[in-house]
């Protein structure tokens, strides 16, 4: 499995509650350190334009957040926060290029893309990765149709916001979000998200591109969260990743909120391992 990072995508010290500026570093130390990936699965790639993030948002509220004028999606200005930017949705691109060329399943390391609406931030997240990949590949002629499966556990209102925006009518949107707010509502052994998951995959059958986001916050235990065990989060990538086996296929980091004793990130890192290697899993024919 290909995934595409560069350090310019992680910035640290953002003083938010949020990890996810500085999850692409720790994430990627993490599979490294535990022998997931090697240092020739790391491609790098090119940042995306100003130009590039204009196609999803509005033209001065994304000069207002590159030149440090208006607050980005962690309300702060801060300089490492907005030259992180361009390499966050420049990976989740390149990953997306990838995937289309090898019909494959592609790692990009990133989070903070679902919240981020047409001329505003939102819920650190600045800009939307998600969208601008989507618009950019559909200019080149690369795609006539894409799907975004969400899950993390937040409703992708940004998402929805900049579709409805931009009167679009070749995008697939499903986000787990808008349905599951609590253990009740997936249902015994995750029955009712289970039953819309394997839907959403069937309607995307038709997709030039899924991008999944294989959030680690609907985690029974994320503060944030607190919906699926880590076993039914297993069956979330598992299904996924089986449904659009050898199709073109983008998965991201999402959310994840969970800290331990030290103060750090070890039960959501955890928690991405498991999607990696529900995919080599996938990949090896493993059930």
Not at 257 to 271: C, N, S, T
């Amino acid at each position: 499995m290909k995934v595409f990072y560069r350090a310019e995508q992680a910035a640290r010290n953002t003083g938010a509650f949020a990890p996810s500026a500085d999850k692409p570093r720790l994430v990627m130390a993490d599979w490294l350190k535990q022998g997931l990936i090697s240092r020739l699965d790391i491609l790098s790639f090119e940042p995306v334009s100003r130009e590039d993030f204009k196609l999803a948002h509005d033209s001065s509220f994304v000069d207002g957040v590159l030149d440090l004028i208006r607050p980005n999606g962690f309300s702060n200005r801060d300089a490492e926060v907005a030259a992180s930017l361009p390499y966050t949705t420049g990976s989740l691109l390149a990953a997306a290029r990838y995937a289309l060329k090898h019909k494959t399943s592609v790692c990009s390391p990133t989070s903070g893309f679902h919240h981020a609406h047409y001329d505003q931030p939102e819920g650190f997240c600045t800009f939307n990765g998600l969208m601008v990949v989507a618009l950019k590949l559909k200019r080149e002629g690369l795609v006539n149709r894409v799907a975004i499966i969400d899950c993390d556990v937040h409703y992708g209102d940004g998402t929805d916001d900049l579709i409805c925006h931009h009167k679009i009518d070749w995008i697939q949107h499903y986000t787990l979000g808008r349905h599951f707010h609590d253990r009740d509502g997936v249902g015994k052994d995750a029955k009712h998200f289970l039953t819309w998951l394997y839907k959403a995959i069937a309607d995307c059958q038709d997709a030039d591109l899924v991008i999944y986001q294989a959030g680690a916050d609907p985690h029974i235990n994320d503060p944030l969260g607190g919906v699926l065990t880590e076993l039914e989060m297993v069956q979330r990538d598992h299904a996924v990743f089986a449904g659009f086996r050898d199709r073109p296929l983008v998965w991201n980091l999402a959310g994840g909120y969970q800290r331990d004793a030290e103060g750090g990130i070890k039960p959501v890192l955890k928690l991405h391992r498991n999607t990696l290697s529900a995919l080599q899993a996938v990949e090896l024919g493993h059930p």
